[in-house]
C-alpha cells in the first residue's frame, strides 16, 4: 500500500488531458517535499468521474531538489508516455481493488440514490411542503449524513470498519443477503452521528433551503465537501 502525504503538503497542477478507449482523463501532477527533496507522481481522474475513487496515480516517479525541476521533466512528457502510465495505474489500481467495485463506492453509491428516492422532486416554495414531505426530506438528509461520513473515511479503513461491524465477515458483493448486510453498516453508522432530532432539522431547513439544496449536489456529484 502507497504511503499517504498530508494533503496540506501536496501541491497539485493540472498537465493536459490523455484519451484512453473512448474516455478523457485529466491528468495533474502531484509535488511535496520529504526530507528536503522534491518528489512527485501524476495523478489521473476521468472527466466524467463523480467520486475521489475515480482517480488514479503512478507511484512517486519524480525525485529532484527542486519543485521546479519536477516541473520541467514533466512538462516534457509526451502523450505516448502519458498514455503509458495512466495503463500502468489503472493496472494497478485494478489488482488491488479486485475485480469489484471498491467497497466505499458501492456504499457511496446506494445511499446516494436511496437519498434521492426519499427527496423525490423538488418542491417550488416552501408552501408545498407539507408534513409527510419534510419527514420524507428529514429521512433524505440522515442517509445523506451517513454518506459524507463514508466520503471521509479512508477507503482501506472504511473495509476495515465494515468487516468489524459484521463481526469479522468481509462484504461479499455477491451474496444473496449483501442488503441485509449494508443496513446493518448504515444503521451502524447512523446510530452513532450527532443528527439533530426532526424539529430542529425543520426549523433549519425552512431557514436555509438553498444552501442545503448546494450541499446536497455536491455531496452526490462527488464536489469538494464543506
Request: hydrophobic letters at 35%.
Given at each position: ?66 519543485e ?39 456504499f ?17 416554495g ?36 465494515v ?13 444473496r ?14 446510530a ?35
Open positions: 500500500m502507497q504511503r499517504r502525504t498530508p494533503f496540506e503538503r501536496l501541491h497539485r497542477r493540472s498537465v493536459g488531458f490523455v484519451e484512453r478507449e473512448g474516455a478523457t482523463w485529466a491528468c495533474f501532477l502531484v509535488t511535496f517535499q520529504e526530507e528536503g527533496r522534491w518528489k512527485g507522481y501524476l495523478s489521473f481522474r476521468r472527466a466524467d468521474g463523480e467520486w475521489e475513487d475515480d482517480e488514479v496515480r503512478t507511484a512517486d516517479i519524480f525525485l529532484e531538489d527542486s521546479k525541476a519536477i516541473q520541467g521533466k514533466a512538462r516534457e512528457l509526451g502523450r505516448p508516455l502519458l498514455s503509458g502510465l495512466l495503463a500502468s495505474a489503472l493496472h494497478t489500481a485494478e489488482q488491488r481493488r479486485g475485480t469489484e467495485p471498491g467497497l466505499r463506492r458501492w457511496r453509491n446506494q445511499l446516494a440514490r436511496r437519498a434521492r428516492e426519499l427527496a423525490g422532486e423538488e418542491d417550488d416552501a408552501a408545498g411542503l407539507s408534513l409527510p414531505r419534510l419527514r420524507s426530506l428529514y429521512e433524505s438528509y440522515r442517509v445523506d449524513q451517513v454518506c459524507h461520513f463514508i466520503a471521509l473515511v479512508d477507503p482501506p479503513a472504511f473495509e476495515e470498519a468487516t468489524r461491524v459484521l463481526e469479522g465477515k468481509p462484504f461479499d458483493f455477491h451474496a443477503d449483501r442488503h441485509q448486510f449494508a443496513m446493518m453498516v448504515v444503521e451502524y453508522i447512523e452513532r452521528l450527532p443528527l439533530p432530532p426532526f424539529e430542529v432539522w425543520a426549523e433549519d431547513y425552512l431557514a436555509h433551503r438553498d444552501a442545503y439544496r448546494s450541499y446536497t449536489q455536491a455531496l452526490h456529484q462527488g464536489e469538494r465537501l464543506p
